[in-house]
């Protein structure tokens, strides 16, 4: 068993970032089924978290939803992450989700990178916001990244520019061994070593 | 279990008024305050130490703290908290053993790093040290107050060679020292090596993460010897504001709470109570909820309330101290019997004299 977080930030409803982030999500579950591995599937719709993210810029924790839904990502075998464009880069929302996310959460996650926007004009933003977001967050980012412009949902392209990005994500996450359960505390505290250790620097 | 405030000294605008106090009433402010804490049967003042507006709390809390000994007769004094990265260690030996003296032993101090990160360089620091600041700088205060003649030498400062700091303790005996963070297993891993006591500052926090921190202190503490994990030295930070009935102390505070420098503008006083310590009611609700602390901390022995931030006005500040006072009161009837302190060690080891 594999579990996949899908962290969606679309603002509509219905929302193409959601339409992607699912066509991305079922190509992953059928690129692992014959790997042998089961796959739990995890939606993180950011749009119901947005006050609960403004209140952890503000307070410096989560709580309720959020902290359930960081703990999702945190744990996950793997990423999918999915933003519409805003201002040439990600939202806002999306932005926050990572930024208040704990030390360390993606270390060696595989993440699959998407976003969707109205014009194709903006589909770099993949390659100059989101890779090195992720690569700062060390997370390990599939080759492929998946942009969707509207005109894309009529182009049997997007199809297969899914499953490229989905195979390879699905190839990571089966390599990968278990995630583990530890957050930044357990992590800062198996890094500590014994006092001795850090009186003698 | 010992009672108490503590202060962050901060200089806000009162929200419902605009008006800001001066550095100068909020300094002679603080001491009102101290001594209104003895008057109502508090045990403890402490004052944080800040060296960046909005904050009046001294730069120097020795200085505040010599004052206020000088004011009152039995209010154990003490810090929340000293910096031990940007002090000199040798300052803080000096320093505090003077006001020891100055005192007759009532004081303790508690170190902690600061998360200001401009402060550490203007005192020739840099914040990405802040640990091994915090370790090095004690390793040689702990010294400096139990030993002569020092020879030191360390990454941080200047070597030492047959250095004393003076005075000496009182009496021989070194302040007793607290070890306080939010979140730094190496602090409380510290606090466990020396058998010193671990401040959780607790408040603006969810309680997990206190939970943590205190149960890793206590395992630790056991670890080194220094007694049972149940017996180790806990302090807790809380933050309440009270009323005789809770829909007042609701209506009173809550201008001041949407708006504080901390958590303002964000979840509502109703979330935030429900998820970290901030106590808003009546005393029989604030003592029901500091009761409650036990259950993940365990049996501790001192707690330290915040009062006077968030620009409320001195009046409301000491009214809120008369209505501390009974609920402290009420507190101490629920105080865990006193445990023998746990110097494990020395009972074996007396009991071996007896045996002989």
Do not use: C
Request: hydrophobic share 40%.
């Amino acid at each position: 068993m594999r579990t996949i977080a899908v962290v969606t930030a679309g603002l509509s409803n219905p929302s193409s970032t959601r339409l992607l982030a699912d066509l991305l999500s079922e190509a992953t579950t059928t690129a692992l089924a014959p790997r042998g591995q089961e796959v739990r599937i995890e939606v993180v719709e950011l749009r119901p978290l947005a006050h609960a993210l403004t209140d952890h810029l503000l307070t410096g924790f989560a709580t309720g939803e959020l902290a359930a839904a960081q703990k999702v990502v945190a744990q996950a075998d793997g990423v999918i992450a999915v933003t519409p464009v805003f201002s040439a880069s990600y939202s806002g929302l999306f932005k926050t989700f990572f930024d208040v996310l704990e030390n360390g959460a993606l270390d060696g996650t595989p993440v699959l990178v998407a976003a969707t926007a109205g014009s194709a004009r903006h589909s770099l933003v993949l390659e100059h916001a989101l890779r090195p977001l992720f690569s700062y967050l060390r997370a390990v980012v599939v080759p492929t990244a998946v942009f969707a412009a509207s005109e894309d949902f009529g182009s049997t392209s997007l199809q297969s520019r899914v499953e490229r990005a989905a195979g390879e994500l699905a190839a990571l996450v089966d390599a990968r061994a278990k995630a583990g359960h530890l957050d930044q505390f357990d992590r800062d505290l198996a890094a500590m070593g014994d006092f001795e250790d850090l009186l003698n620097g | 279990m010992e009672y108490g405030i503590f202060t962050v000294g901060d200089v806000t605008a009162d929200p419902t008024t605009g008006r800001t106090p001066s550095e100068h009433e909020r300094i002679k402010n603080t001491v009102t305050i101290a001594m209104k804490a003895e008057e109502v049967g508090l045990d403890v003042f402490a004052t944080g130490e800040h060296h960046n507006p909005p904050f009046a709390a001294p730069a120097s809390p020795p200085v505040l703290l010599a004052h206020i000994a000088a004011k009152t007769d039995h209010i154990k004094l003490s810090t929340s908290t000293t910096l031990i990265t940007t002090n000199d260690p040798v300052r803080i030996a000096e320093d505090y053993a003077y006001l020891q003296h100055l005192a007759d032993g009532r004081m303790d101090l508690m170190l902690g790093r600061g998360n200001t990160g401009p402060v550490y360089p203007w005192f020739g620091r840099d914040i990405r040290d802040g640990i091994a600041l915090a370790i090095e700088n004690y390793a040689l205060l702990h010294r400096l107050w139990r030993e002569e003649n020092v020879d030191w030498q360390g990454t941080f400062r200047a070597p030492l060679q047959g250095f004393t700091s003076t005075p000496r303790p009182l009496d021989g005996t070194p302040p007793f020292v607290w070890h306080g963070s939010i979140r730094s297993p190496e602090i409380a891993e510290q606090a466990a090596y020396y058998g010193d006591g671990f401040f959780s500052n607790h408040i603006f926090w969810p309680a997990e993460h206190t939970a943590r921190m205190v149960d890793l202190y206590r395992r630790r503490f056991e670890h080194y010897g220094h007694g049972r994990a149940e017996d180790a030295i806990v302090g807790l930070g809380g933050q309440v504001y009270l009323a005789k009935n809770s829909q007042d102390a609701i209506r009173e505070f809550r201008p001041y709470f949407d708006v504080a420098p901390v958590y303002g503008h964000g979840p509502s006083l109703e979330e935030y109570m429900a998820t970290t310590p901030l106590s808003v009611g009546s005393p029989a609700e604030v003592v029901e909820k500091t009761l409650g602390f036990k259950e993940y901390a365990g049996n501790y022995q001192r707690q330290l309330f915040l009062v006077d931030h968030s620009g409320l006005p001195v009046d409301t500040v000491l009214h809120q101290l008369d209505l501390l006072g009974e609920v402290v009161a009420e507190l101490r009837t629920h105080d865990a019997p006193v445990a023998a302190p746990a110097p494990v060690v020395e009972l074996v080891e007396a009991s071996e004299g007896v045996a002989q």
